[in-house]
């Protein structure tokens, strides 16, 4: 009995370890494309400011590897999708996706790492409120309320803000806008028809066509710009690093939701979020108020809320599940000993007769 609890005890620690070492994979990449990016694009730091150029570069990289995963290496397997499915259901997404990666990079420039993760917090509003616009969330006068607290306190932390600028606000919170309604639209436009995506097969069928939308503004936007400026030239190191970052935090995420849940990503999340805030305040010297701290720390109880909230609920349909399949299973058991009484009977008026 000792040797088997032993045992025992030994895989749960292996399943504890892994789990821990995904999450800290996943913060430790997350928080780098995060610096990375800002690194990049902010002005007083390597001073390459064409947002639309790294989300490019990031884009023909990953769909690069992608491809290399799903059908040269075939290590991850593709999803059988027609054309006209593609057309309808993955383009979309891929133009939603192309926008809020777009106006997230551009928000670097203007605002601080510290209060664009503050701005951040705002997805789960954005995200049940276009839920419950397209019918996806149910209407709940608590939730509302719970969304209208981390509004508040994302509205002090912006008020704190020690430099605030109007543009940036509006290039992050287009970005958290057009990002909620790609979660949506997932859901109506994939979803509900079967098709589940991971993050290798997302990068496989979604990241060519953000690469094709983004090629528009760019050549309006940014390509007349980096021809005049000669001196911006393509560091491959620097842009081959960050790229590869950026594809490294699409396979974390892949092993940390298919190994532990997408509610340990959310706790993770939050973790980085604090991390990045410190970051931004202790090393890049970003100034942090105390507002700043009181709003966002407003707005992630808010969050935290929210979340315990989806687990509940989550906990409660698959109590639900498993009670409808221990029923099934009792519906099962009833017919088959129906079934073998009747055989019985029968037999035995067989008997009878002969």
């Known amino acids: 009995m000792g040797s088997g609890g032993g045992v025992l005890s030994e895989g749960v ?3 504890i370890v892994l789990s821990y070492t995904y999450v800290i994979i996943w913060i430790f990449l997350s928080f780098s494309v995060i610096v990375y990016n800002k690194y990049i694009l902010d002005r007083k730091m390597y001073n390459w400011p064409y947002p639309i150029s790294l989300t490019m570069i990031h884009m023909a990289f990953c769909s690069s590897l992608a491809y290399l995963l799903v059908r040269v290496f075939k290590l991850v397997d593709p999803v059988s999708m027609s054309w006209p499915l593609y057309l309808k259901s993955v383009v979309p997404i891929g133009l939603l996706y192309s926008l809020s990666l777009w106006l997230s990079n551009s928000a670097y420039i203007y605002l601080s790492v510290s209060f ?36 508040i306190g994302v509205a002090i932390a912006a008020y704190g803000e020690a430099k605030f600028d109007s543009w940036g606000v509006i290039l992050q919170l287009g970005a958290v806008a057009f990002e909620a309604t790609r979660l949506v639209m997932i859901q109506i436009l994939l979803t509900s028809k079967g098709i589940t995506l991971n993050p290798i097969t997302s990068l496989y069928y979604v990241a060519p066509c953000c690469f094709a939308f983004l090629f528009v503004p760019w050549v309006m936007v940014e390509y007349p710009d980096l021809k005049e400026n000669s001196s911006y030239h393509l560091d491959y190191m620097i842009f081959g690093t960050n790229s590869f970052c950026a594809f490294a935090l699409n396979l974390a995420v892949f092993l940390l939701v298919g190994k532990t849940s997408a509610l340990t990503m959310n706790v993770a999340g939050v973790v980085k979020d604090w991390m990045l805030i410190a970051f931004s305040w202790s090393v890049i ?18 969050v935290a809320y929210y979340n315990h909230i989806k687990l509940q609920a989550l906990k409660a349909k698959e109590a639900l599940k498993k009670s409808g399949e221990n029923d099934d299973d009792q519906e099962s058991g009833k017919l088959l000993m129906q079934e073998i009484r009747e055989g019985e009977n029968n037999n035995a008026i067989k008997s009878n007769g002969e």
Do not use: H, R, W
């Open 13 to 15: 620690l292996k399943k």
């Open 116 to 151: 664009i993760q503050m701005l951040k917090a705002l997805m789960p509003v954005a995200v049940y409120s276009i839920g419950v616009i397209c019918s996806k969330e149910s209407f709940s006068p608590d939730t509302m309320l719970n969304m209208l607290s981390i509004s």
């Open 285 to 302: 010297k970003d100034t942090v108020t105390p507002i700043n701290l009181v709003g966002y720390g407003l707005a992630f109880m808010g």
